[in-house]
């Protein structure tokens, strides 16, 4: 059964016949729900693609993007991608050396 949108209710019983995951918040507002088989049909994002993805940052370093980004004139997000994909490049062509420790890894 193909999932659409529509009335709560509709949205219940359509959940009934094709149990999934939890609804997210966007699925719950908007009444979208997308099955498996729905998903399979979308198109793999290309390598190039932005998507969101969130790192902890410390505040002094918050600071410091918003501040070189404004002097800049650009968007903080393209400052942070231009560094970031900067900082890759030379720690891959080995310009760059990460100043890492060996640590012990403690499983249980």
């Known amino acids: ?20 995951e939890p609804l997210s918040w966007k699925q719950t507002i908007t ?19 932005l998507k969101h993805k969130t790192f902890l940052l410390s505040g002094d370093l918050i600071k410091q993007v918003a501040e070189i980004a404004d002097q800049e004139k ?5 400052l942070v991608r231009y560094v ?16 890492t420790e060996e640590r012990r890894r403690i499983t249980r």
């Open 74 to 78: 650009v968007g903080q997000s393209e």
């Open 1 to 20: 059964m193909p999932i659409r949108k529509g009335k709560t209710a509709d949205l219940k019983e359509q959940l009934k016949s094709n149990p999934a």
């Open 84 to 99: 970031l994909k900067l900082g890759l490049d030379q720690i891959a062509s080995g310009k760059h050396k990460l100043p």
């Open 31 to 49: 009444g979208e729900v997308k099955t498996p088989e729905l998903l399979a049909q979308e198109p793999e994002p290309s390598g190039n693609q």
